[in-house]
């Protein structure tokens, strides 16, 4: 089963900000979170990801809950670009016996209206 | 540039035949993933392989089979026993050594068995 739950889907204005909330409750101290994103008809590509501290980059910001049981990431400014699946999972350090099994939920459709 | 290079990107069987899937990777990773896809779903892990000549199967693997006796490819095969193989099927390759390494998709597989 994944290891991360989000909402099914979630609706934006264009050029307003949206946040992706991402729970997951069973994450270790040394797992990383990472969000992904789909479009249709493509693979899911690499967002951004962090540990502890808040991360941004050019595409989006991650926030962090100070537990770590839960994440957002956040699109500052929705273009009609940003409407496809979000995606967040956990990758485990090498050490454990699960470090390889990447596993996705069903993600958070985003839907930016004009 | 670096990428992974899945073909074809539409295939067609008729239902009894086994379909080989091919996914060619130049990132010089050594773990790779098939993941399959249903409409409005999310991505189920099939088979993933940390390092050449050994794989693990994932959540779905009945009725699929996989090799790696190269690094950079890592063939999937829909047997005739695979109950519902019309799906979309992605690959995907990270570096396991970087938990910050994020995993790199292709452009996916769509497979109909009539």
């Known amino acids: 089963d994944a290891k991360t739950t989000q909402p099914n889907s979630m609706e934006s204005n264009e050029e307003e900000p949206v946040h992706l909330p991402c729970n997951h409750s069973?994450?270790?101290?040394?797992?990383?979170i990472h969000w992904y994103r789909q479009l249709p008809s493509q693979g899911p590509e690499y967002v951004i990801h962090g540990l502890t501290s808040n991360v941004n980059n050019r595409m989006a910001s991650l926030a962090i809950a100070e537990d770590r049981k839960s994440s957002t990431l956040i699109l500052h400014r929705a273009t009609l670009r940003d409407a496809a699946v979000y995606y967040c999972i956990l990758r485990p350090p090498l050490t454990t016996d699960s470090w390889g099994k990447l596993q996705f939920g069903a993600g958070t459709q985003v839907v930016v209206t004009p | 540039d670096g990428g992974i290079t899945q073909s074809p990107k539409y295939l067609f069987r008729k239902e009894g035949q086994n379909v080989t899937l091919s996914c060619e990777q130049n990132l010089n990773h050594d773990a790779m993933y098939w993941y399959r896809q249903d409409p409005g779903q999310g991505l189920r892990l099939i088979y993933y392989s940390q390092i050449v000549n050994d794989f693990q199967k994932g959540d779905i693997a009945e009725g699929y089979s996989v090799s790696r006796e190269k690094k950079e490819s890592f063939p999937l095969t829909v047997t005739s026993a695979q109950k519902n193989p019309t799906a979309f099927y992605l690959c995907a390759s990270t570096d396991p050594g970087q938990r910050i390494s994020p995993l790199h998709f292709g452009n996916g597989t769509r497979l109909t068995v009539t």
């Open positions: 069973t994450i270790s101290g040394t797992d990383y």
